[in-house]
C-alpha cells in the first residue's frame, strides 16, 4: 500500500486547488484522486461548450434529486462534474463571491475567522483578475477572471431597463455592494475556459510530491480508532488502498461528501445501521442542511437583436466556430450569464434576496436544453436565501450508488412570496421602456399569468435547482456541524472536508468562487499547521 502525506478526495474546485497548494510544498507526499477522466473533453475548454457538457455522462454524474414534495412531485435533473476540474470544468464560469455580509454571518453563526474581511486576502490570493489589482480584486493568482468579450446591444437595453425600474447600474457585483445590475466577470482566459483543473492542477502536475489519479473512485475513508489512515478506492475496476500518514481531505463536493462519511461510518447511527454500515463515530449533522438556490427561468421572443440562439444554428454556426478558432472572440468565448443583477424584493431589505441570471438565449423546452432557432433570452429568476432546508444521505452502502437528495425548495410561505416579488420585478424590467425597441413576447409564464397563483404555479412546474448545492457538512460549532472553524471533521482526528459542503449558510451568488476561496484558506492553515 502507497503512503502518501495527504490523501484528497475529489479534483473539483476545492480538491486541484489543495492539491497545488499543499504540494508546493516538496516535503509534503499528495496523493489526488477523481473519480472522472482527465478533462481532454474538447467542449469543457470553449467557453460555450458549456450546452454540450451539462448533460454528458461522460463528464458529469447526471444526479437527481428525489420528488420535490412542494413542487408536484417534479425529479430535479442535477449535474456535477466528474472529470478533473469537477464542477468547475462544466459550470457556468460566472465569476461571483457573494455577499459581504453572507461571510460576516458566517463567523456570527460561531465560524471565527471567515468573516468577509478574514476571507477577502484569500478571493485576492487565487484571482488573475484582468481589470488590475485593487482592495477588492487580485493579480498573479492562478485563476483568470475576465471581463465579457462578446458584448450586444440587448445587455445594454436590458441593463437600462433594470435602471429604469429603480435597480442601480453596479459595474462590479463582487465589490462590498452586491445590488445592482451590470455586465458579469467569467473564470475565463484568453477566450477558454479557466478550471481549477486548468489554473490549479496543470502547473503543478509534474511535480515529483503530487500523484494525480483519474478514473478512481474513493470507496470509503479507512480508520484505526478515531484516527483517519487512508482511503479504499477502485480505479479502472480495480480495488486499491492508499495510506495517509497526515490527512485525509473529502472534497467531492455538496453530495459526495456527506455520502462518503457515511459509507467511512460516520453520521447517524440509526441511518448507518440500516445500510448495514458500522458505525464509527456518530455526527448527526452529516448530509443535513442542504441549501441551495431555486430558479424559475422566464423566457422572452426578440426582435432587432441578436441573441445566442440564432448564432449557434446553421451556416452562422460555423462563421462563429471559425472567428472562435482564429481569433477566439464571438459567440463561443460567452459565459452563460454575461449579465445579471442582484435586487431587493422588498425595500427593507439590507441586502438583495434575489439574482437575476440573464442567459442570452432560450431552451425549446425548457426540459430538452436545445436552443430556440429564433432570438430569445432567459431570465433564471434565482432565490438567494431560501428558508426551507434539505438533506443528502446514502440510500445503499454500494458507494457506486448516487445518494438520495431532498431539497424541501419553496417549502415556506415566505420562500414562495420571494419567488412571486421576483417574478414581477423581471416581468417589469422586461416591459420597460428600453426593451420597448426590442420585445417581441413574453413566451413563459406567458401573457395569461396575471396574478400571482398564476406566477406560483408556473414556479412550482418549472421551477429547479441552480446547482449550488451546499451546507451539508456544516462548518462550526453547535451539535450539528460536521467540521469546526479549521474544517477537521468534528471528534475524529485526520480528516477534513473541504469543499461547498462546508458553508453553514449558502452563499448568495454562484458557488463556484467561494469554494476556491474555502480551499485557498484550508491550504493555508493545513501548511500553516
Ligand atoms: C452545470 C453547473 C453550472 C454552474 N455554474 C456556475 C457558475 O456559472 N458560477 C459559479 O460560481 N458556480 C457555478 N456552479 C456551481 C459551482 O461550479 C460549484 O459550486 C463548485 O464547483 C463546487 O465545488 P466543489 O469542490 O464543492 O465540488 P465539485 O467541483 O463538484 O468537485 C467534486 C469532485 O469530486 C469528485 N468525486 C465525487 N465523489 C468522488 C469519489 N467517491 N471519489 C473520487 N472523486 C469523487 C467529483 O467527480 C468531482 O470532480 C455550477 C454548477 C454546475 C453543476
Known sequence: MSTYDYIIVGAG???????????????NQVLLLEAGPED??????????YGKNVSNTAVNWCMESEPEEYLYGQRYFLPRGKVLGGSSSINGMVYVRGQVEDYDQWAQ???????????????????????????????????GVSDVIDKSIIYDAMIEAGQEIGIPYNDDINGRVQE????????????????????????????????????????????????????AYDRKGTPQEARAGTSVILCGGAFASPQLLELSGVGQPERLKDLGIAVTHELPGVGENLQDHFVVRMRWRIKNAETLNERVHGLRALGEGIKYYLQRKGALTLPTLPIGAFVRTRPELATPDVQFQIFPGSYKAIEDRKLDKEPGVTNGVTMLRLEGRGHVHAKSADPKAQPGIWHNMLATENDRRTTIAGMWMARRMMEAPAMQPYMSFEMTPGPEAQDDDAFLEYARRTGASNWHPAG???????????????????????????????????VCGNTNAPTIMIAEKAADMILAS
Open 472 to 506: 451539508t457538512c456544516k462548518m462550526g460549532t453547535d451539535p450539528m456541524a460536521v467540521v469546526d472553524p479549521s474544517l477537521k471533521v468534528h471528534g475524529l482526528d485526520g480528516l477534513r472536508v473541504v469543499d461547498a459542503s462546508v458553508m453553514p449558510n449558502v
Open 180 to 231: 445592482g445590475i451590470g455586465y458579469h466577470q467569467a473564470t475565463i482566459r484568453d477566450g477558454k475556459r479557466c478550471s481549477t483543473a486548468v489554473a490549479y492542477l496543470n502547473p503543478a502536475k509534474k511535480r515529483p510530491n503530487l500523484r494525480v489519479e483519474a478514473d478512481a473512485q474513493a470507496k470509503h475513508v479507512i480508520f484505526e480508532g478515531k484516527r483517519a489512515v487512508g482511503v
Open 109 to 143: 453563526m460561531g465560524c471565527r475567522g471567515w468573516s468577509y474581511d478574514d476571507v477577502l486576502p484569500y478571493f485576492r490570493k487565487a484571482e488573475h483578475n484582468e481589470r488590475g489589482e485593487s482592495e477588492i480584486h487580485g493579480v498573479g493568482g492562478p485563476l
Open 40 to 49: 481532454r473533453n474538447y467542449w469543457i475548454h470553449v467557453p460555450v461548450g
Open 13 to 27: 474546485s476545492a480538491g486541484c486547488v489543495m492539491a497545488n497548494r499543499l504540494s508546493a510544498n516538496p516535503k
